[in-house]
């Protein structure tokens, strides 16, 4: 009941929002929250650290913006197309990496991004450093123009809606369940019978389907799609975007994408802008060290005080 | 599909508005200034470009027909999607009415797209891609400087003609680079030279030994840096290193005035090369350099720098001519109006948005022609703007021949 | 395009040679991470800015202080070292029994505020360090002109890298090490002192990453993301050598280097990630490393 109300109050204030601040700052904040939630899916869900997820946005933007540029789709067809894409990366990688565990696992994913980071850099069909630019938006459905900041958002918030409740859906199915209990205690999970790498296989490909939808929804919103969407560095920072607002919560990476994208955003026109990799590394080294549930997590732990 | 036909129906109307009445957007002027603050290219823009436009501001008189100029800056950090995003936050959330600047040419083709979706002029000053005005060319780009046919003309053509004619090139592995190679390569062949290698180096990259290997088992009589910035002098260090310069001659394609200075005179000395402004080519610009000196600790300004100035104030003349900041107008008075100051010589902008003035052969002084430490280039010959920049109807750029 | 009988030799052993340089590189910063997590079990991602720390202590020192480059050569690692040693004693222990992943995201965090910070003060464009007289000049062999300073990496890191793991494996000290990470207590209760060793192998650790620092700046540029450009490749052939593998580490290191100049005779643009290639193929098939034990 009151996660209900919650639930609507926040949908309300994500209607008026572009009314009150700046439209792509918003959906910016949208996208980055979409793919932070994919990750977590993993991390938090399931306790695999990849340190390669950016291949799967970066797949995405890039499948979306050529489609988009190179046959002139509509929106739904070029997010399609990206979609279907990283869920293709997604189900190669995926088998590749989660035969090793920890940080193992970790460093797989790793490698395999950067050889993707390689091929993106190399192909002659994602214009290299200067990457895609001037992806048109389209008109959706071939009706609805998306030109429009204010219809983009909303076009957005509905994507973000639809990704962030399969998320939901997920972790509260019984595949969910049984991710939960790889997660605590994976021998166990053997020895009830259950296909651990199946169901971690599953987990993953989700995870970078839904990485990519953050991604093709992103390149429409910025018209653009570029190296530093597969570059390693984004790779970290989703991480630190779900570690900042509780990994394993629903809300936490959220509210954590939210956090980073705003700091960057008040900093990057500011005399700060140099310090925005310190307070990263800053926020990083507080997290771990004295904060490891996260804005959500720490809240939650608030509020079991006070009620119980 | 209301709001939007509502929105562009008020969109004319302010326009036309506009042009009757010669009225302000938001009542003042408003340039953003995007920058390299920290990367391999800030030494040649950074804070000297954001200075030079202030200073352009200030001679002004700091306002146009009573309306404040107000400059703002952002750091693009060299990537497309920063800058773009930028460009696209300035215009839709600050009423910027121009942009001055954009390094790299990839960041610069992002940020045009952006500008001229939304029908607003970009100055570019230290970009070299000649894409901006042919290819990818727009009503709304002003190209400063020079580019990369002006300095394939200026540098490449010269050589090939006194018998240098295996040429390798190491590209720096963006837009800029590619075309810089690709127009060089066109002048070396059609002047009966051959290109018989090249590698291709990421920005910033740190250790060049290995593409200079490469180039010297080419065989080649000249090597080509088609890049510039620190990764230009990096790899002319690295070539002394290996002892090339003893084999091959070196050649920097696009060297700006402080990497010049940075360079030892050892290693640097005797180089010739072109660029499009030299502080210390006569009293005009000896006098504009010092007050951007006094501003700037004693940096010398690149050609990037003074070029800034210079389309700024252009800029600014041409709002006061016509009375608006509306970007049609301006953009038909900057092209109507010659280019005749400090920085440009016989200049003017060409319909297709190149700014065609004379450029400079220069040559690196050795250690011993130097007077003080700002004592860098001897100029050699002056190229008329005409021989040096590629032609209008050689550019291709559809709406500039459509109108002749 | 070249095909497989017109191979220049001269430039492929050019090739080859450089490779080696780059893998010397290679081989001191993984043998500093391989020892730091093969002793310690942590996973030091701030090695690379640690390095990079290394190139602009010896900067600063030139430039400030009058420190000479093989003065800097002694008193740099001992510097980074030092610091690597508060690092461990504030923030890294309270964290070290813990998942390796913390260990992980913690250091990575550290990097970045080291790589923020010198941005900010040194900008991203790079400083030059000039070369030692000492060093200037070079030899010209049957294939290429070998830089004098080029050759003293060589030979100074293989130096470098053969005493240390000669030190952990062979002697009394390295048992110590790693006995007592093996069983502390036990050695503890045998009155040795376990924490005082263990601080000293980390700051020795990062101090070869401060030495690698030194030696680099007079022939790439010091600059604030030099480490970071770096890590994850060393990274990569430490997973490759066995993590915690001493001796796969510094092995890796080289072969790697080589690997990579195979690679730019070939197929200059991959690089980069040949080693990636190479990491992703090990590990399916030996997914402890080349010469990694089984846990």
Not at chain 1, 86 to 92: E, F, K, N, T
Not at chain 1, 258 to 279: D, E, K, T
Not at chain 2, 85 to 90: D, E, F, G, L
Not at chain 3, 14 to 43: C, E, R, V
Request: net charge neutral.
């Amino acid at each position: 009941m009151y996660n209900k109300k919650l639930n609507l109050v926040l949908l309300g204030l994500a209607l008026v929002a572009p009314f009150v601040l700046y439209p792509v700052f918003l959906m910016k904040v949208l996208c980055f929250a979409l793919f932070a939630c994919a990750f977590n899916l993993l991390l938090g869900f399931a306790g695999m650290l990849s340190f390669g997820h950016a291949v799967f946005l970066g797949t995405g933007a890039y499948v979306t913006g050529y489609v988009m540029t190179t046959y002139g789709l509509t929106p739904e067809l070029g997010i399609l197309a990206g979609v279907v894409m990283s869920a293709l990366v997604g189900l190669v990688y995926g088998k590749l990496a989660v035969r090793r565990e920890g940080i193992y696992f970790a460093m797989v994913t790793l490698a395999l991004a950067q050889l993707a980071f390689f091929f993106f850099l190399q192909t002659p069909l994602t214009g290299g450093e200067d990457g895609l630019q001037g992806i048109p938006r389209g008109k959706l459905f071939g009706l609805i123009d998306l030109t429009d900041n204010m219809t983009m958002y909303y076009f957005v918030l509905a994507v973000f809606i639809i990704g962030f409740l399969t998320i939901y859906r997920t972790i509260h199915s019984p595949f969910g369940q049984v991710m939960k209990a790889i997660r605590e205690n994976e021998p166990r999970a053997i020895s009830l019978g259950y296909k651990v790498n199946q169901y971690k296989l599953m987990a993953f490909v989700i995870s970078a389907t839904l990485a990519g939808l953050a991604g093709s929804t992103k390149a429409l919103v910025f018209q653009l799609a570029s190296l530093t969407d597969v570059h390693w560095f984004m790779s970290g920072e989703v991480v630190l975007m779900t570690l900042l607002g509780g990994m394993g919560t629903i809300w936490g990476p959220v509210l954590g994408a939210a956090a980073i994208v705003s700091m960057q955003n008040f900093l990057a026109s500011g005399p700060l802008a140099n310090y925005i990799h310190v307070l990263m590394g800053v926020v990083f080294v507080i997290c771990v060290l004295a904060f490891r549930n996260g804005l959500v997590g720490e809240l939650q732990k608030v509020i079991r005080k006070n009620s119980g | 599909m209301k709001l939007m036909l509502k929105t562009a129906a008020a969109t004319a109307l302010i326009t036309v508005a506009g042009l009757a009445h010669g009225s302000f957007s938001d009542d003042k002027v408003k340039i953003g200034v995007l920058t390299d603050m920290g990367g391999v290219y800030s030494d040649i823009t950074g804070q000297g470009s954001i200075e030079a436009v202030q200073m352009a501001v200030d001679d002004f008189g700091g306002q146009v027909l009573g309306k404040p100029i107000e400059v703002i800056s952002a750091d693009t950090q060299l990537k497309p999607d920063i800058g773009s995003t930028i460009a696209r936050q300035w215009i839709e959330n600050e009423q910027v009415d121009v942009i001055n600047g954009a390094v790299a040419s990839s960041v610069t083709g992002a940020v045009t797209k952006v500008m001229s979706n939304a029908g607003k002029i970009t100055l570019i000053a230290a970009p070299a891609s000649h894409a901006f005005t042919t290819s990818a060319c727009s009503p709304y780009n002003a190209h400063w400087s020079y580019d990369v046919v002006s300095l394939a003309n200026g540098t490449v053509k010269p050589m090939v003609e006194g018998g240098k004619n295996k040429w390798f090139f190491i590209t720096a592995d963006y837009g800029f680079g590619h075309a810089l190679e690709s127009v060089a390569t066109g002048v070396i062949e059609a002047n009966g030279g051959e290109v018989v290698g090249g590698v291709r180096a990421p920005l910033g990259t740190s250790d060049f030994s290995s593409y200079i290997l490469q180039a010297q088992s080419s065989g080649a009589d000249v090597i080509a840096l088609a890049n510039t910035g620190s990764d230009m002098v990096n790899a002319l260090k690295t070539a002394a290193e290996f002892g090339v310069t003893e084999m091959a001659e070196v050649a920097g394609l696009l060297v700006f005035t402080p990497n010049a200075q940075a360079l030892d005179p050892a290693i640097a000395g005797g180089m010739k090369l072109t660029t499009g402004f030299y502080w210390d080519m006569d009293d005009q610009t000896r006098e504009w350099s010092k007050r951007y000196m006094a501003r700037m600790d004693g940096k010398i300004p690149s050609m990037a720098q003074a070029g800034a100035y210079s389309s700024t104030m252009h800029y600014l003349k041409a709002v006061e001519a016509v009375g608006t900041d509306e970007s049609d107008a301006v953009m038909a008075k900057m092209k109507e109006t010659p280019v005749e100051d400090f920085f440009s010589r016989n200049g003017y902008l060409r319909k297709d948005g190149r700014m065609v003035h004379d450029m400079l052969q220069v040559r690196i002084k050795n250690a011993d022609e130097r007077n003080n430490e700002n004592d860098i280039f001897a100029i050699e010959r002056v190229i008329k703007g005409e021989d040096a920049f590629l032609k209008l109807e050689d550019g291709g750029c559809a709406f500039a021949l459509s109108q002749e | 395009m070249a095909t497989f009988f017109d191979i220049n030799l001269f430039a492929l052993f050019g090739q080859l040679l450089i490779g080696l340089i780059n893998g010397s590189f290679y081989a001191l910063l993984a043998l500093g991470l391989a020892i730091i997590f093969g002793l310690l079990k942590i996973i030091n991602f701030s090695q690379g800015a640690l390095y990079m720390l290394g190139a602009f202590a010896a900067w600063i020192g030139l430039n400030y202080l009058g420190i000479n480059y093989w003065w800097a050569l002694v008193l740099v690692p001992l510097a980074v070292g030092a610091f690597g040693i508060l690092l461990e004693r504030t923030l890294i222990r309270p964290i070290a029994n813990e998942d390796h992943l913390y260990s992980l995201l913690l250091t990575f965090g550290i990097a970045l505020i080291l790589q923020g910070l010198f941005t900010h003060w040194f900008g991203s464009s790079g400083l030059s360090y000039p070369m030692p007289d000492e060093l200037m000049g070079g030899t010209r062999l049957p294939f290429m002109y070998l830089p004098n300073y080029r050759a003293w990496i060589i030979v100074f890191s293989l130096l470098v890298c053969a005493g240390t793991w000669f030190v952990i494996e062979k002697t009394r000290l390295g048992g110590y090490l790693r006995a007592g990470t093996e069983n502390p207590r036990l050695m503890q209760a045998f009155g040795i002192n376990v924490p005082l060793l263990v601080t000293l192998t980390y700051g020795f650790g990062v101090g070869l990453a401060g030495l690698a620092g030194v030696l680099a700046a007079p022939i790439y540029t010091v600059s604030p993301d030099m480490g970071s450009n770096i890590l994850i490749v060393v990274f990569a052939i430490v997973v490759i050598g066995g993590m915690g593998s001493i001796g796969g580490a510094i092995l890796t290191g080289l072969a790697m280097g080589i690997v990579e100049g195979l690679t730019k005779y070939f197929y200059p643009e991959a690089s980069n990630t040949v080693i990636f290639l190479v990491m992703v193929l090990v590990l399916m098939v030996k997914p402890v490393g080349l010469f990694g034990k089984e846990a």
